[in-house]
């Protein structure tokens, strides 16, 4: 009942081209555009006293990129170094300012395009996710992807009340 | 247009910042020459521009302002303090007309009549009182004794008429040497001549035939070139003649009339001479006499506007601060690439890959000191700009002042002069304000009249300083002291150095009025400065003693972005402590550590708190290695141990920042990539310093 509704709704909106990842075995994508290049993982540099997110920061061709434990940052356990493991380079926007941040994801799936319009609200009671992380969700035959607004995800602005959801995350636990 | 007309505010901006310097060490020495002619030089620039853009109404102001700087240029006026402030008062206006060029504003309407008035009225004034310059130019023409003696320094021609008695040569006489020295005194026109020979058999190869007529164009006086030819004297006949046209040398019918007689024997004929000089130097006088209304001279102003900018061009070009930005990144990221370059040949030795690799690490070296050069600015752009302000300051309060600079050839980032411009604005406003007396009481008090404030600017080590020294009052130890009471910054009895007194002074709230006299001015006040020094990574220290003067020393990075560091490792991670802080290094073993309550170590008998590091960045408490390495740093007044596990080496770091995420972790002050493209964090000591120390206070209250 759901693919028909969205057939329906592939009449307008615009098309654009996404990447799916994946943190545990869950599923999320971001645009494309937002994304400046993938890296294996190098050396990372743990900068003292860091929230546990906070990874480090790697040499970038001469620039210095702090790296996120994206994981970490979804209330997940802390990612597990695999040969899979990479870093999605990122190009994000807070207070009009742009960044560079790397994300540390457990694998890249692929690239796909798709039309905004067949991008869902999320339900949000259901998501264990905060609501304004995740911009919606799309349905690949019999499982979700998780849209993610990775604006707000990666802000820096956020360090605070990301730190208190991770606590409170893990004493859910 | 609108973007021809930016380029040319900003041109003209340049050229008004030049003029504004040359004036004001005009003030200083109004009987130079080179500075006249640099005043003149730039107002003809400055008017050729104008013409160019169709600005008319700036061009003729210029242009009459130009007029009084040519008249004195030739002698025909004098420089008054009135010309100068009139001028000066003009350099403001224009900073204001060459945005409003059509006089849309009112009040600069005002100002422009008001101020061609009085221009017109200098340029009258002078030509009321024509008769003696014009005589003395007659004189000088006609009359050719009343020059010969004088030894006034401007730039004259002279004839020079220089004929060896044929045996000349035999002592080993060279004519060609003193030609050349002639020669290296100003520009030159040489002539020589052949005297005829009769027949072949008069001819003997030891003769010398030749002789010459030398035009040379310089401000020496006559006795130096008498000096020249001081040993030839005797063997020669030498005629030198002055005139006092300056570019006979360059006229074209001069040139001519000359070239006709070269290589021939025929002496210059000296009344005909006279006579074509005295023709060519009206028109000379003429072509000088700018009328602007003329086209060919609009178009010489033109002219003369275009080949000045090209000069320019040549020695200096205008580069966005961005793309300097882009091309230090680039660089960076070459030397380490290069590095990693390096590394690889190491492993695998292939010797042609080693040439390579070596000269490319030349080659990266020399571009890196270039491009990190490039951002270096001399620290004299922004000395000039305090001349204007200590000058009218000092008029304002009623005060002589003679303002001293000194070092202004040093570089610093130009980041960093930005930032520093409005504290050192400030700090020399309260030199001149505060420190200074009025001329009376400073005669009371046996020092000269005028006062002098010092700005003066030096290198040491990785640092540059700048210190701000005036002969003034001084501040009083005590009267700092009652007040810091008064305010409660301090008890009565507490028992501080002088330093830390003098301190207060840059405490927010600590209000010199009391201590000095009234204004203090445009709401900046000293704890502003010395923030604004912070900021920059740099101090600040005032040391004054009354009646003899203030001295402010400021100390600055030369360079926010590379600094010479103590590059260590801690718990396999690197980091980067700044050479400049770093005193003393010392091994101690780890047992004298663990378990150390009073975090003390008794170091060359002096008692030395520490921070370990390993605990404090809450790495797994200290390696099984059994000794650390303590580097003693200095803070302003402490010396703290700071525990290291090993000490690598000296390294040149070229800083970046980490990044907003760690804007909770600023004792870290950024990051370096060293040769093999790790990452080494850079300490700011100075935060890890209070971090500690605010540490043990939490713990002891716990």
């Known amino acids: ?173 | 247009m609108e973007e021809m007309k930016a380029t040319y505010i900003q041109e003209a901006n340049e050229l008004l910042e030049n003029l504004e310097s040359s004036l004001l060490s005009l003030e200083d020495n109004p009987n130079d020459k080179s500075n006249i002619e640099q005043v003149f030089r730039v107002m003809h620039t400055l008017k050729g521009n104008s013409s160019m853009f169709g600005l008319a109404k700036i061009a003729e102001f210029v242009h009459d302002l130009e007029t009084i700087y040519d008249k004195i240029r030739q002698g025909e006026m004098q420089l008054t303090r009135e010309i100068l402030n009139t001028t000066l008062a003009s350099f403001d206006h224009l900073n204001l007309i060459i945005i409003d060029s059509e006089l849309e504003d009112p009040t600069n309407k005002e100002n422009h009549d008001q101020l061609i008035y009085q221009i017109h009225q200098f340029i009258q004034k002078k030509s009321a009182a024509p008769a003696t310059t014009e005589n003395s130019q007659q004189q000088a023409v006609n009359g050719l004794e009343h020059v010969q003696d004088e030894e006034e320094n401007g730039v004259k021609t002279y004839h020079v008429y220089f004929e060896p008695k044929p045996e000349f040569l035999l002592d080993g006489s060279n004519p060609l040497l003193l030609l050349a020295e002639i020669a290296q005194l100003g520009k030159t026109l040489i002539i020589p001549h052949f005297k005829k020979l009769e027949s072949i058999d008069d001819f003997k190869p030891t003769n010398c035939v030749t002789y010459w007529d030398v035009f040379v164009e310089t401000n020496c006086s006559k006795a130096t070139l008498n000096e020249v030819f001081v040993f030839a004297e005797s063997n020669a006949i030498i005629e030198i003649t002055p005139y006092l046209y300056t570019d006979l040398i360059s006229n074209g019918e001069f040139l001519e009339f000359v070239q006709a007689t070269i290589f021939k024997d025929v002496k210059l004929d000296a009344a005909e001479l006279t006579s074509l000089i005295e023709r060519v130097g009206k028109k000379v006088e003429i072509l000088q006499q700018p009328a602007v209304k003329s086209a060919s001279d609009a178009n010489e102003a033109l002219k003369t506007a275009k080949v000045e900018t090209k000069e320019k061009v040549v020695s200096s070009i205008r580069v966005s601060s961005d793309k300097l930005d882009e091309l230090m990144n680039l660089v960076s990221e070459l030397v380490t690439t290069q590095a990693s370059l390096t590394l690889y040949n190491q492993k695998n030795e292939t010797p042609e890959l080693e040439i390579i690799s070596e000269n490319i690490e030349k080659l990266s070296r020399r571009l890196r000191d270039i491009a990190f050069g490039m951002t270096l600015v001399p620290i004299n752009n922004m000395f000039s700009r305090f001349q204007r302000l200590v000058r009218d300051v000092s008029m304002s309060l009623n005060k002589e002042v003679q303002f001293v600079t000194e070092g202004g050839e040093t570089e610093l980032d130009k980041s960093i002069i930005e930032t520093l411009t409005d504290p050192l604005m400030h700090i020399i406003r309260n030199s001149l304000d505060h420190g200074l007396e009025l001329p009376e009481n400073r005669e009371a008090l046996d020092k000269p009249r005028k006062g002098t404030v010092k700005l003066k600017a030096f290198y040491s080590g990785i640092s540059v300083y700048i210190q701000i020294i005036d002969d003034g009052k001084g501040i009083d130890v005590d009267v700092i002291r009652e007040k810091a009471i008064s305010k409660g910054f301090m008890k009565p009895d507490d028992v501080l150095s002088e330093k830390e007194i003098f301190d207060f002074i840059f405490y927010p709230g600590f209000s010199t009025a009391a201590v000095v006299t009234d204004i203090s001015g445009r709401g900046v006040g000293m704890d502003v400065v010395k923030r604004n020094i912070s900021e920059l990574k740099g101090s600040i220290i005032v040391d004054s003693k009354v009646n003899i003067g203030t001295t402010l020393t400021i100390k600055l990075p030369l360079s926010l972005s590379i600094i010479d560091g103590l590059l260590v490792e801690v718990a396999n991670v690197f980091y980067i402590i700044p050479l400049s802080v770093v005193d003393k290094c010392y091994e101690v073993e780890n047992k004298e550590m663990i378990g150390n309550f009073n975090q003390l170590l008794v170091l060359d008998n002096q008692q030395i708190p520490f921070i370990n590091i390993h605990k404090e960045f809450g790495y797994d408490e200290i390696s099984d290695a059994e000794s650390s390495q303590i580097i003693v740093v200095s803070d302003s007044d402490r010396r703290v141990g700071i525990s290291v596990d090993c000490i690598i080496g000296e390294y040149q770091a070229v800083v970046k920042p980490i990044g907003k995420y760690y804007r909770n972790q600023d004792f870290i002050s950024g990051a370096t990539i060293l040769g093999d493209g790790s990452i080494a964090l850079v300490m700011d000591t100075h935060k890890i310093i209070d971090l500690y120390t605010e540490h043990a206070k939490v713990e002891i209250r716990s």
């Open chain 1, 1 to 173: 009942m759901k693919s028909e509704h969205m057939n329906e709704n592939v009449v307008n909106g615009e098309t654009k081209s996404f990447l799916s990842f994946k943190l545990d075995s869950e599923n999320f994508t971001i645009p494309v555009m937002k994304i400046m290049e993938i890296l294996e993982v190098p050396k990372i540099t743990k900068v003292p006293q860091s929230p546990n997110f906070l990874v480090g920061v790697i040499n970038l061709r001469g620039a210095v990129l702090p790296v996120i434990d994206t994981r970490i940052k979804f209330g997940m356990t802390p990612i597990e170094f695999t040969i899979n493991t990479c870093i999605l380079v990122l190009s994000i926007e807070v207070n009009e300012e742009v960044i560079e941040v790397g994300a540390l994801v457990d694998s890249v799936s692929e690239v796909f395009e798709l039309n905004t319009n067949e991008i869902k609200q999320a339900p949000t009671l259901a998501t264990r996710y905060r609501a304004d992380y995740v911009q919606g969700m799309i349905q690949e035959n019999d499982h979700f992807i998780m849209v993610l607004n990775i604006d707000k995800v990666f802000s820096s602005n956020d360090l605070e009340s990301i730190s208190e959801f991770v606590d409170t995350d893990s004493e859910n636990k």
